[in-house]
Each structure stands twice: as C-alpha cells, then as structure tokens.
C-alpha cells in the first residue's frame, strides 16, 4: 500500500486494460475480511468499501481463472439495489487476483482486477475474458515478486536479532531474555514457555491445543476466522469484542534440549498473519533456549564426571598407601 514503485508499474497495467477494454472505469482492488480496498484505478476514486458492498466480494469466490460478468446490473436481483447500481453502474466484469501456493494445488485469493461501465454492454467475449485473467496473472507477480523481497528483508533482521539476542544470553536469563526478544518484534502477540508431557498446549484464550494440529509448527484458527467473515465482515475486526479472546494464529516449537517442552507465540490480530519466515525465527530462538542449556548439562555433567573421577583417585591412593606398612612389615 505504501510501495510507490509498485503501485506505478501496476498503474501502467492498469493503463492498458482500460484502453483495451473499452470501459467507464478499471479497478484493482485487494480483499480484506471487512474491507474492499482499491489501491490503483482508471476513471474512478481510489476508496476503501465495505466488503459487502463491493461487488468484487463476489468475484474473489467464482471459479480461478474465470470472469464473473453482469452486463446489466439493474436487471440482476443481487445487485439492482446496491450502491453501486444506485450511483449509476450497470457493466461489470471482474476476475481474480490469485496466488498459486507453491508445491500445492491451493488458491489464496486476496483481490481483482475488474473494469465498470456506466450504461449496459454486451458480455466480453473469449479474447477479452482471457486478456483480462493474463493481465491479473501480470499483476499478481508484480505483487508477489516485491512480498516476497520485502520478506527477504524482514528476514535479514530477524537473523539480526538473534545475534543480538545471543549476546546477551546467560545460562541464568536466557528463556526469560529470549521470550522479551520476541514479544519486543510481534508486540501483539502472546509469547510463552510451556512443559506439557501430555503434548497439549495451553494457549492463551484458555483452550487447549494439542501439537498435532500443528503443520510445519503453525496453526491457524480457520473455524473462528471463516465464521467471522461469513456472519460479521460488515464489522471492522478493530471494533471486534471477541478480538483479544481468542487465538486465531499460533506457532509452536519443540524443544529438545528439555523434554516435553515448548516455544509458543500466539496472535489474536485477524490481520496477523505468521509464515514459514517467522517459523524460523522463532525456531532459532528455541535453539538458542536449547544450546544454551544443553551447555549448562554438558557443564554439570562434566562436574559430575570430574568429581566421580577425583573420588575414585582419592579411593585409589588411600587404598595403595594403607598397605605401604604391610609390606614394610614383611
């Protein structure tokens, strides 16, 4: 939202779908749980909807790769009362901004790009449906291609971080110094140190969870989640009395330097979203809780072997001098 050069580049896309495709107005817009976002535009105001006003709420849930069309919304039970019908908008066509999961056949829709016309028009023909899909394909790289750099970024820091959390580590602070660490990057998130031998973990809103749920140590509360956009994406998840109750995201890590015992950092923000970047930072952050004690029981172990060691040589040279005046006696 705030990344000029890509808004540019995908303003000229932009650009070329409203000369190709004729209409009143082109929108690239992105979806939120509550919110329809337009962030570049041709013919019309950028603006933020609610989602279910925008007519491309319905467009992120048809078929990937299709157009959703209405070439005359008036005449469209759905639509001929919305207010975009009311403020004169009668063509429609929009289809998806999708990102293809890699190594999976998974889908995560997050907007469209759709073009509008003030007066009836006749549906968009093969060509042009397909031209409007490659096009939102273009975008959708554009997108991905500069997430996937700033994430990079967001990665170099938190390796940062870990250093300058091992700095200042001791056998005595390090579960406490490494959990602030981490609260002091997710703020809005609840940071713990549970041993559960049963492998289910207490999470914050007081449920419990057990460790098998987890896939590649992340989970996602998709029932709470899915059930608040169905029933309530009219309400801004800020305004959500449920908000700070539940745990909608959570990572946790084994720990295996003690065991039954977990790293866990839960996140209540709808708008949080953990991936497999934060999974390594915390997984290094348990490492650190690990090596560090592993080096406090490699110590006492030495100890221990030492003292055994001293023991037994004592034992030996007490044994070997009490028969010095035996044998002085033969």
């Not at 050069?5 to 992105?30: P, R, S, Y």
């Not at 709470?224 to 890590?253: C, F, G, M």
Request: hydrophobic share 40%.
């Amino acid at each position: 939202m705030e990344d000029k050069h890509l808004l540019d580049q995908i303003q000229n896309v932009v650009d070329l779908v409203h000369q190709l495709m004729g209409c009143d107005c082109t929108i690239v817009g992105l979806m939120d749980h509550d919110y329809y976002t337009r962030i570049v535009t041709k013919g019309c105001p950028l603006a933020v909807l609610p989602r279910r006003e925008a007519t491309c709420a319905h467009t992120i849930i048809q078929k990937p790769g299709t157009v959703f069309m209405l070439p005359d919304m008036s005449k469209d039970w759905r639509f001929k009362n919305s207010p975009h019908v009311v403020a004169g908008l009668r063509f429609y066509a929009g289809t998806q901004l999708r990102f293809r999961v890699p190594e999976s056949e998974v889908d995560i829709v997050f907007g469209s790009l759709c073009v509008a016309s003030y007066t009836a028009r006749e549906p968009m023909n093969k060509s042009q449906q397909q031209q409007l899909t490659k096009f939102a394909d273009i975008i959708v790289n554009m997108i991905v291609e500069r997430a996937e750099l700033l994430r990079m970024s967001t990665r170099e820091q938190l390796s940062a971080k870990i250093i300058d959390i091992s700095k200042k580590v001791t056998v005595d602070n390090v579960k406490e110094t490494v959990l602030n660490g981490i609260r002091e990057l997710y703020p809005d998130t609840h940071v713990s140190y549970q041993i559960q031998p049963k492998h289910v973990l207490h999470m914050h809103d007081r449920t419990d969870l057990p460790y098998d749920k987890f896939s590649d140590f992340l989970w996602e509360n998709t029932e709470v989640i899915d059930e608040h956009i169905r029933h309530y994406n009219h309400v801004p998840w800020a305004q959500s009395v449920d908000k700070i109750k539940t745990t909608l995201r959570a990572i946790a890590i084994p720990m295996v330097s003690v065991a039954h015992s977990y790293l866990v950092v839960e996140s209540s923000n709808l708008k949080h979203v953990l991936d497999d970047i934060d999974v390594g930072f915390i997984g290094a952050c348990g490492m650190l809780i690990c090596t560090t004690l592993q080096s406090q029981f490699l110590k006492k172990a030495l100890d221990a072997r030492a003292q055994f060691m001293r023991g037994v040589s004592h034992e030996l040279r007490t044994r070997r001098l009490s028969y010095i005046p035996y044998f002085l006696s033969r």
